[in-house]
């Protein structure tokens, strides 16, 4: 009997932002420095690699359902049809493989949607360079990992946005995030306790709005203020930024309710820094969940849709949670990871 060929699998987390994103975007951070406080959470996106005997490279967004193939030794364009794989793809084949194609078929799929403000995108993109370097043993590290899927979703594949989500699929775990002039970058992992953290996921309650919103248009408009030095979204960027650093003091004192302070004040800085943060929908469902029983909240990533986070006395929880199943969308709990981007490998299932 043959042997099943190798599989390779790999996944990167999600993330929840809690404090200071959008400071980390490019030029702000360049100029001023920026600081950022997120948590993975433990929803996961996933790839998978297998090689081919056909010559052919193939990739499938599996929760998408999109399928693209080709002759792997024919020209591959970065267009509008998968492009993070197909860039992820070339960089690989052009820095680790001496420009040889790699017959393959590389798989992927989130338990979120696109577009849900929990760094999907950027995860993506961890996950398939983390399934590479397994496939290709690179002796790669956390850091050269989140910054070649940096440069990846940012040069080759031309899509803005900052840098959090990269390093938080990369490293996991509680991180407050450095930024500075030259894409260096320092996270510092927070040593959390374990009755913080138990805490903290007893009183979160997580909502998908269900919109899949445009974070590159609110983030071209976050970028165009700062580069036109309008005084009052670099102010908002700056609160963004203590409170940040004022979020990384009270979640290591293990001060739930001063970080719903800090948490709302930091959504309030966030909708000053562009237009398309919120619009009337979220306002309703933020006030609705206010008015059960939350005592913050704010959307995760650039905002305009997405998932919402709101914190509530875990006894008013079940109140929370019945006042927003009223609304179009879902209601989901929330539980923490520790673990960044891993890959493995596993004989391919007979079923």
């Known amino acids: 009997m043959s042997e099943q060929p190798i599989l390779v699998r790999a996944r990167a987390p999600l993330r929840l932002g809690l404090g200071g994103g959008g400071s980390d975007l490019s030029p702000f951070c360049d100029e001023f420095g920026g600081f950022v406080l997120n948590a993975t959470v433990a929803l996961f996106v996933y790839a998978m690699l297998q090689r081919r005997t056909d010559g052919q490279v193939c990739f499938v967004a599996a929760d998408r359902q999109e399928t693209f193939s080709c002759d792997a030794t024919s020209g591959l364009a970065i267009d509008s049809t998968l492009p993070l ?16 194609p790699l017959p393959l078929t590389l798989t992927t799929y989130s338990d979120v949607p696109a577009g849900s403000g929990l760094g999907s995108s950027s995860a993506l993109v961890v996950a398939m360079i983390e399934a590479f370097k397994e496939l290709l043993n690179l002796p790669l590290g956390e850091y050269e990992v989140a910054q070649l899927a940096h440069s990846i979703e940012r040069t080759d594949a031309a899509m803005q946005g900052g840098k959090q989500d990269q390093y938080a699929a990369a490293f996991g775990g509680f991180n407050f995030m450095e930024f500075y002039e030259g894409n260096r970058v320092i996270v510092n992992p927070l040593r959390m306790r374990p009755a913080t953290v138990n805490e903290l996921e007893a009183s979160l309650v997580l909502f998908n709005t269900g919109v899949s919103r445009d974070s590159e248009a609110i983030i071209a408009e976050q970028t165009s203020r700062v580069v036109r030095h309008e005084q009052d979204s670099i102010a908002a960027m700056h609160k963004l930024k203590a409170e940040a650093v004022a979020m990384k003091e009270v979640l290591l004192r293990g001060d739930i309710a001063k970080l719903g302070e800090v948490l709302n004040a930091g959504w309030e800085s966030k909708k000053r820094t562009a237009a398309a943060v919120t619009n009337r929908d979220l306002e309703q469902i933020y006030e609705i969940a206010m008015s059960a029983g939350a005592f913050s909240g704010k959307v995760s990533g650039a905002g305009g849709g997405g998932y919402m986070m709101f914190l509530v006395d875990p ?29 493995w490998r596993s004989r391919q299932s007979p079923f």
């Open 315 to 343: 006894a008013r929880r079940p109140a929370v949670w019945r006042a927003l199943q009223g609304v179009s969308g879902s209601v989901m709990r929330v539980q923490f990871t520790n673990d960044g981007a891993i890959s």
């Open 85 to 100: 794989h197909k860039a992820t793809y070339l960089r690989i084949v052009r820095d680790y493989n001496h420009g040889e």
